[in-house]
Structures are given as structure tokens and as C-alpha cells.
């Protein structure tokens, strides 16, 4: 069982930046992918990013590519999401995610959604 961690969220105005991290019990290098999904109020929820621990094979949800940057530090068995030029609508919960062992997987942004290994989330607020 790996255990994941997130943390970094917080309230910033619409243009500001956060970096969200996810800190992972284990060594990530044998979890295979790992991503970010949300779920902001009201909505459903949404895959982020997704990467390989390879770092080789990265996705993003439309609604975020060019904004977010998703990166793994193997060394630190630690997930980052840089998250610049935010708007209202990223306010969500943000959840890391990767794949059990046992499960087949999708690595990429959608499949960060049925990873069974989560952790319990950090809250992003962006104002306008």
C-alpha cells in the first residue's frame, strides 16, 4: 500500500501561481505513471496530468496545457504541478493519483482517474 500526500494549495488571485507537490510513501519509480486529477464545486471530476516515471510520457487536459507543468523527482519519490496564470475556474480540489500493482492503466490525464492509490487532496482557491 503507498501512501500520497499532497500539499501547496492556497488562495490566490486570477494570474497568480501555485505549486502543488505529492509526496508519495513509496519510491515512485515503481508506480509507473502518476498525475493529478481535480474536482472543483459542483463539477466532475477532471484528469489534469499524467507522466511516466520515466518523465518521458507526459499529458494534460486541454483546460490546463500551457499553464501547468507536471514533473516527478525520482530521488525525492515526489510529484510537483507548477500552475501559472491561474483562473477562477481552477478552483478545485486537486488529488494525486498513480496505479496500484495490480491494475491496468491508462497513463495519461483521463486515466489519472481511476488510479486506485489517492491522496485526500489540497484546496485551490483562484479570485477574480
Known amino acids: 500500500q503507498v501512501q500520497l500526500m499532497e500539499s501547496g494549495g492556497g488562495s490566490v488571485q486570477a494570474g497568480g501561481s501555485l505549486t502543488l507537490s505529492c509526496a508519495a510513501s513509496?519510491?515512485?519509480?515503481?508506480?509507473?505513471?502518476m498525475g493529478w486529477y481535480r474536482q472543483g464545486p459542483g463539477l466532475e471530476r477532471e484528469g489534469v496530468a499524467s507522466?511516466?516515471?520515466?518523465?518521458?510520457?507526459?499529458y494534460y487536459a486541454d483546460s490546463v496545457k500551457g499553464r501547468f507543468t507536471i514533473s516527478l523527482d525520482n530521488a525525492k519519490n515526489t510529484l510537483s504541478l507548477q500552475m501559472n496564470n491561474l483562473k477562477p475556474e481552477d478552483t478545485a480540489m486537486y488529488y494525486c493519483?498513480?496505479?496500484?500493482?495490480?491494475?491496468?492503466?491508462?497513463?495519461?490525464?483521463?486515466?489519472?482517474?481511476?488510479?486506485?492509490?489517492r491522496g485526500k487532496g489540497t484546496l485551490v482557491t483562484v479570485s477574480s
Open positions: 493519483a498513480a496505479p496500484d500493482e495490480r491494475q491496468p492503466y491508462k497513463c495519461q490525464a483521463t486515466g489519472t482517474l481511476d488510479f486506485n492509490y
Open positions: 513509496a519510491s515512485t519509480w515503481n508506480l509507473y505513471c
Open positions: 507522466i511516466g516515471v520515466d518523465g518521458r510520457s507526459i
